[in-house]
């Protein structure tokens, strides 16, 4: 039966090198396909779901891993403190540390990699994912969800981060849009 991330070790946080990145984070097991060839791998960062509903479909029809990108410390509840803490972490190039790493990453070929859109760019947890798993040779087929003002410099910086990887063409799509649903309904609220 399928199984949520089983976590294998405890690690003390290290600081923020790149080993650090990698050390400070617990190895995480991928959820297995029971049937899959296991050479493909669905990791995946998500917020509100939008990525995680694609993330799912491929691992579907693919066959199979799936992976979830979680910083060790999440992201606050409140939507305009993450947009702010996001907005600062990428401004100072802050890489914040995992709250897993794929343990065995090398019996993958493929790795299919999902993300929503923050800030016009690739979310700093993803940036840490990347520098964290030794890519190279494999091919990256990035999913990308955004709220409709587009990926931004992504592609650039995927090709930046994704040392040695074969990047292919992201696909992309608009989804809900936090900011616009907490818009709505507040106007809804303060209408009663
Ligand atoms: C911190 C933050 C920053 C965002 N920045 C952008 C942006 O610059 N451009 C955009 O089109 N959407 C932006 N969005 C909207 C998300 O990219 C979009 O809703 C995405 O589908 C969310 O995916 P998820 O549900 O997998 O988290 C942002 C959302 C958050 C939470």
Not at 2 to 30: C, M, N, S, Y
Not at 36 to 55: D, H, K, M, P, W
């Amino acid at each position: 039966m399928p199984h949520d991330l089983q976590r294998r070790h405890l690690l003390r946080a290290l600081p923020l090198t790149a080993a650090g990145l990698l050390l400070a984070a617990k190895e995480g097991v991928a959820q297995q396909r029971p049937n899959g060839s296991q050479r493909v791998l669905v990791a995946y960062f998500t917020r509100t779901g939008n990525t995680e509903v694609i993330a799912r479909q491929i691992r579907r029809a693919q066959e199979a891993s799936l992976f979830r990108i979680e910083p060790a410390t999440p992201y606050p509840e409140d939507y305009a403190l993450t947009v702010a803490q996001a907005r600062s972490e990428t401004q100072s190039g802050y890489l914040p540390p995992l709250a897993q790493v794929v343990a065995d990453i090398g019996r993958y070929r493929t790795i299919y990699l999902g993300f929503p859109i923050w800030g016009m760019t690739v979310p700093p947890v993803v940036r840490s994912f990347l520098r964290a798993h030794d890519l190279s040779g494999k091919t990256v087929v990035p999913f990308i969800t955004h709220g409709g003002y587009g990926i931004g410099n992504s592609t650039e910086i995927l090709q930046s981060f994704a040392t040695g990887a074969e990047l292919a063409p992201a696909f992309t799509m608009e989804a809900d849009q936090e900011r616009r649903t907490l818009e709505q309904v507040t106007g809804w609220l303060s209408r009663k």
